[in-house]
């Protein structure tokens, strides 16, 4: 029997998530294949900026944090909606 991998897998650090992302990426792309689904703890992410540079950083298309912001206030919205009829 396989073992259940922690979900979402926990990589914790310091310093600047873009650069240890891009130092890293086999290892956060194999954590990702494993678990499905990553946390980083202890980097420094200040704002929105840092954010965006660390999902670039990753080399796949992703998103901007404030392409997400929207898209959550967007679904909060919809949930609202929905839930009232």
Same mark, same amino acid.
């Given at each position: 029997? *396989?073992?259940?991998?922690?979900?979402? $897998?926990?990589?914790?650090?310091? +310093?600047?998530? *873009? %650069?240890?992302?891009? =130092?890293?990426?086999?290892?956060?792309? $194999? %954590?990702? @294949? !494993? =678990? +499905?689904?990553?946390?980083? /703890?202890?980097?420094?992410?200040?704002?929105?900026?840092?954010?965006? $540079? $660390?999902? #670039? %950083?990753?080399? #796949? =298309?992703?998103?901007?944090?404030?392409?997400? %912001?929207?898209?959550? *206030?967007? !679904?909060?919205? @919809? =949930?609202? /909606?929905? !839930? *009232?009829?």
């Amino acid at each position: 029997m *396989s073992e259940t991998p922690e979900f979402p $897998a926990i990589i914790t650090g310091g +310093g600047d998530l *873009s %650069a240890f992302i891009g =130092a890293n990426k086999p290892a956060v792309d $194999a %954590a990702l @294949d !494993h =678990a +499905g689904a990553l946390l980083f /703890r202890g980097f420094d992410v200040p704002d929105p900026l840092a954010f965006d $540079a $660390a999902i #670039e %950083a990753y080399g #796949e =298309a992703g998103f901007t944090y404030e392409d997400l %912001a929207l898209q959550c *206030s967007a !679904h909060q919205c @919809d =949930a609202a /909606r929905l !839930h *009232s009829q």
